[in-house]
Structures are given as C-alpha cells and as structure tokens.
C-alpha cells in the first residue's frame, strides 16, 4: 500500500461509516448542528510549528479511535479505501 | 461504559435537561438572546497549548456543575446518554 | 444563594433596570447608537490568561458600580434574579 | 460630580458640539465619509495590556483637547452632560 | 496656527490636489482601481507600540513627499486648510 | 528552461492530470467538497519566517510526491508546462 | 527621473505588459483564477518589522524579474512609465 506521511499539524483518519452504534456505543445523533464522525488514526503529521519555531508532537497517535468535527477535513481515496486529511484541531476527543 | 478523554483545551459536559429549575436556583430566561445551559463536567483534556509551548491545566474540574455558552459545543451520544464537547472558553462558570 | 464563579477573564454583574437616573446621575441617552449600561459587580474570574502563561488580575472588583457595553454578556437567572456573564473587555468604566 | 474611571486602554473624552470653528480652528468637513471630532479628555485609564503583562500609559493626558474617530465610542450621560467612553486608539491627534 | 501632534503611528499629510502632474511626475491613473494619493507629511506621531513595549519611530519625516493610499484616512480642515490623519501604514512610498 | 526560485514559505509544484489512478493508487472522489491534487515538487522558498526572525526550512523536499488543496494556488506556464505557486500550508501530505 | 523608496515591506515593480511570451517562457493561462503577473523589481523597502523591533531585509533584489499576485498591488505613473507598489508578500517567485 502507497505511504502517506501527513505534513505539519495534520493527521490523517479513516472514518467509520456514518451513524454505525460502534462497540464504544457511540451514535451521532441527526439532530446535532454539526454531525461530528468516529474514526481511526492511520498516520499523524511532524507537530504545530510555535512562534518560536519549535514542534508539538500531536497529541493523538496511530490506532487512536477518535472523535471528529467533519467540516474542516479533505477527503481522498487511497487503493480505493476513502480517507481523511484533518488538523489536528479538529478532533475532539480519543475513545477508549 | 467507553472511556472519553477531550483533546487540548476541550472539555466533555453532561448537559442539564433545558430551563430545569436546579437546586441551584438556576434558570435560563427565554428572553435571553444566547441562552447559556447548565451541565456536569464529564472529562478535561491536556490544556491550552501556549506560544511558548507550555500547556494550562484547564481551570475546571470533572464534578463542576458549570454555566456555558451552548453554541460552540458539539453534541454526541455515548451508550444512549447525549455529551457535549466544549472549548474551556464557552465555559462562563462554575457554580457551587 | 448558589455561589458562581466566572471563569477566566469573565465577570458577572447584577444590572441596574435600564435608563434608572442613578445616585451617581448616570442617565444612557436613547440616542447612543449603543446604549451602555450600570450594574454592580458580584464576582470576578482569574483573571486573563497571557501569552507567556501568567494571569492578569482582574482591573475591577466585588462591589465596584461600572458602566459596561451589553452586546458582549449573556443574561442568566439565579435564585429568581437577573445577572449577566461578561467579558472583563465589555467594562468601560468604574463610577464612583 | 460623580467619579468615573475608564477601565484599561479607555479614555472619556467631553466633545464638543459638532462643527462649531474652534480657538484651533478645527472645522470637520462634511464631505469627509467619517467625520472626526473634537473633544477633551476627562480621564484616562490605567493604560493598554501587553502580551508580557506590562501596561502602556496612555498617550494623552487630562485635559488635552483630541481629534478622534467618532465611530468607535460609546454615549452616556453624567450630571445631565454627554461624555464618550473610547479606545485610546480612537484617538488621532492631540491640538495645541 | 495651532500645532497638531499624531497620536501612536499616526502620519498627518497635507494632500496635493488629485491628479495634477507634480515636479516628480508622478500621474495617478484614472483605471488604477485603488488611486494612490500625493501630499507632504506636516506631523508624524510617537510610533508603533511592539508587543515588548518598545516605539519603532516612523519611517517617514516631516517634509517629506508621500505616495499614500486614501481609503484609510480621515480627513479635516485646521484654519480652512485641509489635512488627512494617515495610518503609518497606508504610506506606500518616499519619493525625492 | 528557466529558473523558478519561490519566495518564503511558497513552493512550486508540477500538478498531475486530475482523476488519473497513479501508481500510488491516490483517486480523488467527485463528491469531496473539496477536490484536492496530487503533483511532484519542483523547487521550495527559502522558509516560514517567524516572529523571532528565524526561518523554518519547508518540511517537503524537490521531487516529493504530494497531495494539496487546490483552492490557494496560483497557476502559470512555464515553457509551455503547467505549474502551480502554492503557500506551503496549502501542501497536506506527502506520498511515497 | 523622480527617486522612489518604499516603505516598510513594499517593493516597487515595473510590470510587464500581459501575456507577453518573455525570454523566460512565462505565459500565464487565461483560465487561472487570479492571473499572476511579471515584471522587475525597481525598488525595495526597509524591510519587514517583526514583533521584537528588528527588520527582515526583502528576500528580492532590485533587477530581479518577478512573479507576482495583481490583486494586492497598487498602480501610478512617474514620469510617464506605469508602476506597481506591492507588499512582498504579494511576489510569489523570482525568475532567472
């Protein structure tokens, strides 16, 4: 499979398909304004560059099952499978 | 029940059902043109990352029966219970 | 009485019925495009959050009667009155 | 006469009628698509709040006659007279 | 004539009269979306404050001949002569 | 040919046709709101300035595979081949 | 022929006129979005000021041949000739 390495403060996720209860029960209820999705890291990018030029690492790693906001991603295909390019400022929280 | 840890300076609320009259006295008039809710806080994440790439603890805690601005959160359900993810800064205060 | 503590740089105050000629003379002009208004202040929060991580005390204090912009706050009730959640920078003035 | 103390990088400026040829000889155009005006300065506050914590004492003193940006101010009464609470970066020049 | 003193990175210029040819031959053409402006500098103010508390005194001088942009100005007569209050920052260039 | 040397924190890329399958499998679905390319690096800026003054060298490298949003790019020939100016923020991952 | 000297982070550019074929083979499509430019760098300011007061001299040098975004740009005639006032951050590329 082609490798991809996201850049700066990126992380690239595979999303579950949507509103699937998962074994963390989560269900995104239709109502919610801003439908937030579930997914699972597949690689995370080198950190957010600070003003004084140093690097955070991202706070979530590979395999994490996370929450995301979906607005802010890119969708691409990769060997046919969909994933997502998101910052890591738009996902919420880790599932465990 | 699926464990949930928010991401930097997020925090997880158990909203208070809508205009309940709570043991604190609080209720939300209608007239209110952003009406503020009332809710538990479930979880915090890490903190707010600064410039100098310190992080700040956020200031409240799991328990904290808190006042917060509804329109910046994002809901979401975790074994048929509805949650909240919420930036430390649409949380206004904590009551006691 | 449920006691609150604003979060932050915020400030919760009780506000004067509008257009109430105070002790202090304070009547707000129909005209002004945006009409301030008195209150007295309840609680203060922690103060602002600065870049290199330090907190600013608040400038002003419990008891102090202000003059503050109304756009910025979000009105709650506690315990059957009125207060207001605002921003330390919605202050305009301290009246004496 | 009641005391007022702008809060941070505020100023209460006293304006003068509008239009009226002052001793500077100040006339404000019409033509001009935002008319400045003329006052003097009633109080100043503690001064603007850098990133590093220090406060900026601000430019003008009481009792300098300024020519400011009327679009940023505030209106309210004192003692039956018309004051205008602005940000000290409303303020354009100082007349002598 | 009274004596004007910019406040902060405030320039004020004395504008030529729109598109006469100058010594400099300088002609704003009619198509340019945005035209740039000609006048001398009759004041310039203390500087740009630095996050660090320090003043970058203006880069321009009294005397000086200026190509600046109009749409940030404001415009006023002082003894029926009339003068722009300039951002440093809407000065484009020096020319000699 | 000529030679391109890109300004700051820019970089020129040869875009790949769209929708073609490369080797690397990368397919961009029609449905994303938002297509994003794929395209080789053809030459990086000197760097991402920072508020200290230092430059951030740029983290792809000439002949990187990557994939980019399309939207902040400025497209020019170059005899007669196609090439797009992008900020460096625009470029989301790298392929190999 | 009248001297112009930039202010702050201008440059001065000579633009070419459009859709020339130059030497360098630069031919900008019609269909891109926002048609970048060409032209020769004339003058170039001070520099950039950064947030702890020192300047950052301008990456291009008088001479160099340019691409640039139009849009930012502000037009005038000296002596006859048009020329183009730019920030730098509007030059995308040098060309050699």
Partial sequence: MA???PVGDRV??????????TKSGIVIPDTAKEKPQEGTVI???????????DRVPIEVREGDHVLFAKYGGTEFKLDNEEYLVLKESDILAVLS
């Avoid at 690689?43 to 030029?53: C, E």
């Fill in 3 to 5: 490798k991809i390495r």
């Fill in 12 to 21: 690239v996720v595979k999303p579950l398909p949507k509103e699937e209860v």
């Fill in 43 to 53: 690689a995370v990018g080198s950190g957010r560059l600070l003003d004084n030029g």
